[in-house]
Structure formats: structure tokens, C-alpha cells
């Protein structure tokens, strides 16, 4: 039998306070340290290692597998923070938009401001892989895109846009920046053209145009290097020139504010 008065005692002086803690014995040299090697799981991450798929292997790859997989994860783990692939698409879409600056509505520079914000946008989906082909047929919303939503509203209700033509502005905008960034990064190659470089496919249709006969076609002959222009940035530039153009004919004369001239 054994005292349990003393085995208190005991066990009191060896957590007595002022007594150092002795440190763990080292593992032996032979045995390795071993590391799960998992990032700690949350919404921010899933969404990190979507990015890192997309960007590097392209929208076919963007799986709830496959970011489980980047973060050396269980798939199920992820529907704990994302309920589904369609939600984890809108969450990508949302982070991405949080990368465009977004400058101090300035009704002076409506035009000019929303220029800016284009191009932004056009970079930013021909930066991310695919980005832009995740983007067709969503209504994506969060918390980054209802900020250049309303961004995008205060700067053309400043400047004299009716409400109506404001709030259908934003998606006409999107829909051409998008549809313009999908197919920059699908490139330009006729069905019987071959694998062959952009500017070779050009020069292929421009050859086919100006062969035409010119009694029958007077007009295409005539302008093939307007039609085969491979400047991108010139037609970019002339959509979005349309597009606004066309906006600043809604606008109603606000004080202080002068629209631009035509």
C-alpha cells in the first residue's frame, strides 16, 4: 500500500512554484522531425489555392479536389468554408476585383476615370488565366464587386446619368471588357488556318479579303488594312469610346459639371 498523503507531497514539490521546469530530452538524431505540412484551412486560404490553380493550370482545373489538394487537404474539409464549386468561382471572381484601384469619383472626369477603370479591369483578367471565361454567364456578388458597383454609381449620378441608364451601364461595361479579355486570350486562328501565331492568321484573312473581286466587293478591297488592323489596344480603345459616347448622351446638365465634347 502507499501513503497518499506523500504522493501529494511529492507531487506538490515537483510543481512547486520557483522550481525551473526541466526541458524536454532532444529526439534522437536518427528520428526526423515530422510535419502534417497542411496550411491552416479557412475561406482566405481556399480561396489563395483556387487562385494558384486557376493561374496555373487554367478553369478546367478549378476543382474543390484539386484546391484540396493544394493545400494538402481533404476534399470535405473545404465545404465546412465553401458550400459548393459555384461559390468558390464567385468568391475567385470577388477577391480578384478587390485588386482594381478604385480613385475618388471625380463627375469632372467621369469619362476619363472610367477609362482608367477599363483598362484596369482588362489587365486584371488577362493577368489570371481564365479569370475572364469564369466570369461568362455570372451575376457574381460580394463584398470587392458591390464596391466598384457603387464606385461606378456615384461617379455617373455626379455627373448627370439618369438612375435607369446608370444601373445598366455597369453590366454592358462588363460584359464587353470580359467578353473583349475572353477572346484576347483565346488568340486568332481560322478552322483551316493551322497552329499558327496571331499576326500570321491576320495576314492569312487580309490575303483572302484583298483577293476578292473588287466589281463585287468594292468596299472591302478597298479597306482591308482598316478591317485587318491587329492594333487590340485601337479597338479596345474604340468600343470603349462607343460605349461611353453613347452613355453621355443620357446625361442631364448638373452644376458644375460639363460633359465632354463629342
Given at each position: 500500500m502507499y501513503d497518499e498523503d506523500e504522493v501529494e507531497k511529492k507531487e506538490a514539490y515537483l510543481i512547486a512554484p520557483g522550481r525551473p521546469a526541466e526541458p524536454d530530452a532532444p529526439e534522437p538524431?536518427?528520428?526526423?522531425?515530422?510535419?502534417?505540412g497542411r496550411k491552416p484551412l479557412s475561406q482566405e486560404a481556399i480561396v489563395d489555392a483556387a487562385i494558384s490553380v486557376l493561374d496555373r493550370d487554367g478553369?478546367?482545373?478549378?476543382?474543390?479536389?484539386?484546391?484540396?489538394?493544394?493545400?494538402?487537404?481533404?476534399?470535405?474539409?473545404?465545404?465546412?468554408?465553401?458550400?459548393?464549386?459555384?461559390?468558390?468561382i464567385d468568391l475567385i471572381i470577388d477577391r480578384a476585383a478587390g485588386e482594381l484601384d478604385l480613385p475618388e469619383p471625380d463627375p469632372f472626369r467621369w469619362q476619363e476615370q472610367l477609362k482608367e477603370a477599363a483598362h484596369q479591369e482588362l489587365e486584371l483578367l488577362l493577368r489570371h488565366r481564365d479569370l475572364a471565361r469564369l466570369r461568362l454567364g455570372r451575376i457574381p456578388m460580394g463584398p470587392k464587386v458591390v464596391k466598384w458597383l457603387e464606385w461606378?454609381?456615384?461617379?455617373?449620378?455626379?455627373?448627370?446619368?439618369?438612375a435607369s441608364q446608370a444601373a445598366l451601364f455597369g453590366?454592358?461595361?462588363?460584359?464587353?471588357?470580359?467578353?473583349?479579355?475572353?477572346?484576347?486570350?483565346?488568340?486568332?486562328?481560322?478552322?483551316a488556318a493551322g497552329n499558327i501565331s496571331v499576326n500570321a492568321t491576320l495576314e492569312t484573312?487580309?490575303?483572302?479579303?484583298?483577293?476578292?473581286?473588287?466589281?463585287?466587293?468594292?468596299?472591302?478591297?478597298?479597306?482591308?488594312d482598316e478591317i485587318i488592323d491587329p492594333?487590340?489596344?485601337?479597338?479596345?480603345?474604340?468600343g470603349l469610346d462607343l460605349i461611353?459616347?453613347?452613355?453621355?448622351?443620357y446625361a442631364r446638365p448638373t452644376k458644375g459639371v460639363k460633359t465632354a465634347p463629342a
Open positions: 538524431p536518427w528520428r526526423k522531425q515530422r510535419t502534417s478553369a478546367d482545373a478549378v476543382s474543390m479536389r484539386n484546391v484540396a489538394k493544394e493545400l494538402n487537404a481533404g476534399a470535405a474539409s473545404l465545404y465546412w468554408h465553401v458550400a459548393s464549386k459555384g461559390e468558390l461606378s454609381l456615384r461617379l455617373l449620378r455626379s455627373a448627370g446619368i439618369p453590366d454592358l461595361f462588363h460584359v464587353y471588357i470580359g467578353h473583349f479579355a475572353f477572346e484576347r486570350s483565346l488568340g486568332a486562328q481560322p478552322a484573312v487580309r490575303d483572302y479579303l484583298a483577293s476578292l473581286p473588287k466589281q463585287q466587293f468594292p468596299n472591302i478591297t478597298s479597306m482591308v492594333d487590340v489596344n485601337k479597338r479596345f480603345e474604340f461611353l459616347k453613347g452613355l453621355e448622351s
